[in-house]
C-alpha cells in the first residue's frame, strides 16, 4: 500500500468533521474499511490513479485536479467493496470513470499527474446520489457547505493545480461559474485555468446540444479541456515536465 503524505493530511483535516454534523442526507465515508482500495475520488481512495504495475503515484503537485460533486450514494459505495471493486476499477469500472478514462487517453494526459476530489464529504444515504439537493435556506446545510468550502479550498492550496475541470453543476455553481466557461481564475488564493464539464456519469445523454467551436458530444468537453491545457501553458509544479511531454505518452509511464 502506498503512502502519499497530502493525502493522509486530508484524511486527517476530515477526521476533524464530527459524524453529527453531516446532514440528514448524508453519512461519513467509512475510510477505516474501504480507503485506498484502488482508483476512486477522494475520499472513497487516494484520488489518484492506480497503476496496476507502479501502484499509486506521488501526490501531484501541479498537476490537473477534477472537482465532482458527491462520492457516490452509502448502498452501492458499499456493495462495490463488497464485491471487490473500487469505482474506478478497470475491469468494471462505474460510468464516471469509463469516461473519465477516455477523456483523459484523449486529451493525451498522463495519469499520474490527477487528482480527483468533490466538493461535499461523505455519502448520499440509500441507493441513489443523483436527488440530492442542497438546502441553501437551513442552519445543518449551511453550516456543513462552511465546512467543506475551506476543505476543497485546503486541497486546492496543497495540491497548487496547473488546471481544474469541474464536473456537473453542483460544482460549476459551488464556485460560482458559468456553464462551458474555460478561463484562469483565482482558486483558493492560487491562479489556475479551469474549465467546466457535464457530469461524465451522464455521458452521452447529458450532452445533447452542447456545441464547442462546432463540436458536439464528448468531442466537445475534449476541447474544453484542451483549452484549459493551452491557456495554463502547463507550468504550476512538479507535473509541468509531464505534461509538456503529453506528445510522447512513453516518457509518461
Known sequence: ????????EFLR?????PDDKYPPELVPVPVD????????FFSGGLGLIDDPAEGFPPFPIGGVMFVGNTLDAEEPYLKRHADGFAHGDRRRP???????YELIERANLPERCCFF?????GLVKGNSAMGLRPRPRDQDWCEFEDWCRPFVEHQIHVMKPSIIVL?????REFFGLDDASV???PFAGHPAAYTCLRHPSMWPANLKGVVVDGLTGIAAQLQLVQKALAI???????????LALVGDKSKLR
Do not use: Y
Not at 13 to 17: G, P, S, T
Not at 33 to 40: E, L, S, Y
Not at 167 to 171: Q, S
Not at 234 to 239: L, Q
Open 1 to 8: 500500500m502506498n503512502r502519499v503524505e497530502e493525502v493522509e
Open 13 to 17: 483535516k476530515l477526521a476533524e468533521f
Open 33 to 40: 474499511k474501504h480507503f485506498n482500495r484502488g482508483t476512486a
Open 94 to 100: 462505474m460510468p464516471t470513470w469509463r469516461w473519465l
Open 117 to 121: 476530489t468533490n466538493i461535499l464529504v
Open 167 to 171: 464536473l456537473g453543476k453542483p460544482a
Open 183 to 185: 478561463d484562469r481564475a
Open 232 to 242: 495554463a501553458n502547463f507550468r504550476g509544479g512538479p507535473c509541468e515536465t509531464a
